[in-house]
């Protein structure tokens, strides 16, 4: 069974200690993106791997940073062509071959980079890929790849369509859809309801569904 890897990034809009600890506490290893070691350690939490930067670390973080024996060390110039990101997902890749990725302290801050975090997950298709904050739980969806829901009824639910050519069915929701095309970012998806367990599949493209708590 492939491993479960927890990787923090790092959005100034952090995830609450606790599920932080949750999050660590089910998935077998902890990769901190540069500011995310200061999400861990505002949770009494580390990491098995940080990978940055250090130009948006606190000084106290640097510090563990700089003088790391706990956790291992990717450090980059800041001068480089690729976000830390990209280069922690190519450290999952590398490290932890197939593994399942859930990504938190992931939204929020600024557009273009919310943005651009939301490509970087959607292009590791090596295994499910979740992101995981406070308010929500959403799940990229690749063509072929299933999402069931259980114990949310009435809770809200959203998907968009983030390649073209995305054909989706969705069962158990207020709203339902069999083998429906969706337009690139289309609004089609929004805010429908679960009424029992909600089964989504992706038959073609790329979508990011949604389940708010």
């Known amino acids: 069974m492939a491993c479960k890897v927890l990787v923090v990034c790092g959005s100034p809009v952090l995830a609450s200690a606790d599920l932080l600890r949750r999050l660590a506490g089910e998935c077998d290893h902890v990769v901190a993106v540069d500011r ?4 861990l350690l ?6 098995d791997v940080y990978v940055g930067d250090a130009d948006t670390v606190s000084d106290a973080g640097r510090a563990l940073v700089d003088a790391a024996t706990d956790f291992e060390v990717e450090r980059h110039d800041p001068y480089k062509d690729y976000t830390d ?3 922690a997902l190519d450290s999952v890749r590398r490290r932890w071959p197939g593994a399942e990725v859930f ?3 992931a939204t929020g801050g600024r557009p273009d980079m919310a943005l651009s975090v939301l490509g970087l997950l959607a292009g590791y298709n090596d295994a499910p890929v979740w992101i995981a904050e406070n308010e929500t739980t959403a799940r990229i969806l690749h063509a072929g790849e299933t999402w069931t829901i259980e114990g949310t009824e009435g809770k809200t639910f959203s998907i968009i369509a983030i390649a073209p050519g995305t054909v989706v069915s969705e069962h158990g929701l207020e709203w339902e859809l069999d083998h ?3 337009d690139l970012l289309a609004d089609t998806g929004i805010s429908n309801v679960v009424r029992s367990t909600a089964t989504i599949r992706v038959h073609t493209g790329t979508a990011i569904a949604y389940l708010y708590q």
């Open 36 to 39: 995310g070691l200061d999400a």
């Open 85 to 87: 990101l990209a280069l």
């Open 180 to 182: 429906s095309s969706l």
């Open 42 to 47: 505002g949770a009494g939490l580390s990491c």
């Open 103 to 105: 990504a938190t302290c």
